[in-house]
């Protein structure tokens, strides 16, 4: 069965750095596409970033030139790169893929915060 694990996420200061990691199993990971989403409390999950097969990226604006997304398809991981954080930056951080039906993480939590 399909299964995500994220890990990697803390408590960070603003400015600071993080590195969330995927690690998926179940499907071919190589052919599908990751997408990492995020959700703050009391607001809807929003898209971070999706890294396609090809290992073409594209981000929301929000985080686009802070965020980088990497795939590792020999270890069958997705990386989330989060640089110069901000404290809106503050969220529970989700992997995700689309087969057949949608399948998520448990998540990790992300606080930036001084």
């Known amino acids: 069965q399909v299964q995500l ?3 990697g996420g803390g408590l960070v200061r603003p400015g600071g750095s993080l590195r969330l990691s995927c690690a998926a199993s179940g499907f ?11 959700q ?3 607001k809807q999950r929003e898209l971070v970033g999706i890294t396609l097969t090809d290992g073409s990226t594209n981000y929301a604006d929000s985080v686009r030139d802070r965020f980088t997304i990497s795939r590792d398809n020999a270890k069958n ?6 640089n110069s954080l901000k404290p809106e930056d503050t969220a529970v951080y989700y992997c995700n893929v689309f087969i057949q039906i949608n399948y998520w993480g448990q998540g990790t939590q992300v606080t930036v915060s001084s």
């Open 5 to 7: 694990v994220e890990s």
């Open 28 to 38: 071919t990971f190589g052919r599908a596409d990751m997408r990492w989403y995020r």
């Open 40 to 42: 703050a409390p009391g």
């Open 77 to 82: 991981t997705v990386y989330l790169q989060m």
